[in-house]
């Protein structure tokens, strides 16, 4: 009895533990081009409004993407987005970083304080067309850390488990 009892409890976490690290294609619900954000040098600032001043980046939300595209429903994507603005709803878009929990992680003080560029830690992703299904950087602990090796910040453990 003893030994099914455990099989019960372990089955669902390696379960979970399996799905947790199997990467599923991250689909958004538009086309969204950096390439062509950056080539007409709209600020990161205008849809990550967030970045500089507090921890999370934010994500583009229907007004500021109305900024720029009220009423131009020329491409496909422009005429998803008028569904949504129609709607009155929020884009969902679905996050392609993350951290756990447990990590703590500002984008204010590796941005703006240390001067560390958005394509350091999310790749290229200014130069795509398209989103990326996946994420374009590996954010392993190990990876962080050897960051912060290479620029002589803290690894201290409590800078960032909190």
């Known amino acids: 009895m003893r030994s099914s009892s455990r099989h019960m409890v372990l089955l669902p976490l390696l379960t979970a533990l399996c ?12 086309v969204f081009n950096h390439e062509a954000h950056k ?3 709209v600020d ?18 229907t007004e500021s993407c109305t900024l720029c ?5 020329q491409v496909p994507a422009l005429q998803r987005l008028a569904q949504y603005v129609a709607a009155g709803e929020e ?15 500002s984008h204010r003080r590796h941005v703006v304080s240390a001067k560390i560029a958005c394509a350091q830690c ?5 130069e ?18 050897a960051c912060h090796e290479e620029r002589n910040a803290s690894t201290d ?3 960032c488990h909190r």
């Open 19 to 30: 799905l947790a690290g199997c990467d599923e294609p991250t689909d958004q619900p538009l």
């Open 39 to 41: 080539e007409a040098e």
């Open 44 to 61: 990161c600032s205008v849809c990550h409004e967030y970045f500089q001043r507090a921890t999370y980046s934010g994500i583009p939300t």
């Open 69 to 73: 595209h009220e009423g131009d429903s």
């Open 91 to 105: 884009i969902p878009w679905k996050r392609l970083y993350g951290v756990p929990g447990h990590v703590y992680y």
């Open 122 to 126: 999310h790749g290229a992703i200014g």
């Open 128 to 145: 795509l067309a398209e989103p990326p299904k996946y994420a374009l950087v590996d954010q392993s602990m190990q990876w962080c850390i």
């Open 157 to 159: 453990c409590i800078h």
